[in-house]
């Protein structure tokens, strides 16, 4: 898994995976607040106030360029690594239950799937969330270990994915209800959920208290910036959203079809069987009770491009291998047959992702590196802050602050000429923003085009400003 991220780790993002443009914007965006703690001592530089939000991931990639730098590769490898983690740690879990070649077929589809190829290798919160609702769901199962020590660790890994990404609250609320009701008549067992719980609302109001409400004016920023939700008026209304969800879910549901065949699967087999020890009873409704919360915020959006389910794939892989591991174990003794069943399960999960990487590796540019190279040459012949949506990737290299402006929702308003310093300007567009329009046509009737490349499907310029 590791080998197969790292060849692509300083590549381009491969075009045509989702309708949304944030693999072109969303890494600079989310790497803004590590680069400003890295060079620059704060996190925050203007309105772009996500640190908080997001504070292990932003604590992890800051950590990462000061040790390797400034750069998309060094960016990358905190995803990269936590994407690797998550399928390893899906293997050793279900070759713990069921067996090693369970666990084998379930790390395969896990780490096979086209969006784990994909957005694993690229900066992106997902991925990581994954890793610690993983970690979390892991720590409060694991076999014969699963004490109120176990429990309470199980609690901090999932306040840790919800600190990475606000709506992880979903999967963990998920996993922890459905997992406590199952085991309501069990105290031993039911205290473990209770522990986790306690646990994870414990840290959450630590953050309110300590973190969010002595900045409350930066958080309420970071909320203007995330897609805004809704609960359906009616029945009527969540059938209809449930509906587009399966139909406008930007190829989520293609790209991991062979999950959702193996989870398929092994939701028929217990359903058909009927018979689950209270662990893997417990285990089977935490699963499912992920999924369905997890999904359901979703719903609740309009906006919902399919890296929005990654967190959600590692229950799939699971789920799978409560079909996997009795269906091999009945065949063990036939062993041609054990054999060839096993071959066509990995070609089940892995050949569609790995033909899609294929076409990625083929087709595969490095035009960033050379934007940024430009970039970082060209701020560094005089002073001034650049700004512009593409900003923080083009400048990520740079020593200068980055600014991205969203006068909708509020986000760095008004003339950033003045009020920023900002003396470079990166352009998607052939006229000038809006707030240089407004306030200082001047300094851009006198830029300076620095040079143009396309980045984004735009063609898009890098101006220099009086």
Not at 58 to 69: I, P, T
Request: aromatic share 10%; glycine share 10%.
């Amino acid at each position: 898994m590791l080998v197969l991220l790292a060849i692509r780790l300083s590549a381009d993002p491969a075009p045509g995976v989702t309708g949304s443009q944030a693999p072109f914007t969303d890494e600079g965006w989310n790497l803004i607040s590590a680069r400003n703690l890295a060079a620059f001592g704060h996190p925050i530089i203007g309105d772009w106030s996500l640190f908080y939000v997001n504070l292990p991931f932003s604590l992890a990639e800051a950590f990462a360029f000061r040790l390797f730098g400034l750069g998309m590769v060094p960016g990358r490898l905190v995803p990269m690594l936590a994407t690797a983690g998550t399928v390893a740690a899906v293997g050793w879990f279900v070759a713990q239950r069921h067996g090693r070649w369970p666990g084998a077929i379930s790390a395969a589809a896990l780490g096979g799937c086209e969006l784990v190829l994909y957005y694993g290798g690229l900066a992106f919160l997902e991925p990581v969330v994954a890793l610690f609702l993983v970690a979390g769901f892991i720590a409060l199962h694991r076999p014969r270990r699963s004490g109120p020590w176990s429990a309470a660790l199980a609690g901090v890994l999932l306040a840790l994915a919800i600190g990475v990404k606000p709506n992880a609250i979903f999967p963990v609320a998920g996993l922890l209800i459905a997992g406590g009701l199952v085991s309501r008549y069990e105290p031993e067992r039911r205290l473990r959920y209770v522990i986790a719980a306690g646990v994870v609302t414990g840290l959450g109001l630590g953050w309110l208290v300590l973190v969010a409400l002595p900045r409350w004016n930066l958080i309420g920023a970071a909320l203007r910036i995330w897609p805004p939700f809704s609960a359906p008026a009616d029945l009527g209304g969540l059938a209809t959203r449930l509906v587009r969800f399966f139909t406008e879910s930007d190829r989520a549901l293609p790209d991991v079809l062979p999950l959702l065949v193996l989870a398929a699967a092994g939701v028929a087999y217990v359903w058909r069987a009927r018979r689950l020890s209270p662990p893997d009873r417990e285990l089977f409704a935490s699963l499912l009770g992920w999924l369905a919360l997890g999904i359901f915020v979703l719903v609740l959006v309009d906006y919902r491009p399919n890296r929005y389910a990654v967190p959600m794939l590692p229950a799939l892989a699971l789920l799978g291998a409560f079909g996997v591991g009795p269906v091999l174990a009945r065949l063990r003794p036939a062993a041609g047959l054990h054999a060839l069943a096993i071959g066509a399960l990995l070609a089940l999960v892995l050949l569609p992702g790995l033909t899609r990487y294929g076409g990625w590796l083929a087709q595969e540019t490095h035009r960033l590196e050379a934007i940024q190279a430009r970039t970082t040459a060209a701020l560094a012949s005089r002073g001034g802050s650049v700004s512009g949506k593409f900003s923080p990737l083009f400048a990520l290299r740079s020593g200068v602050p980055a600014y991205v402006q969203r006068e909708a929702d509020r986000i760095n308003p008004g003339n950033l000429y003045r009020t920023r310093g900002v003396r470079w300007v990166v352009l998607d567009a052939a006229g000038p923003p809006l707030w240089l329009r407004r306030n200082e046509r001047v300094a851009w009737d006198r830029r300076t085009v620095v040079f143009c490349d396309w980045w984004g499907g735009e063609k898009t310029c890098l101006i220099g400003l009086p």
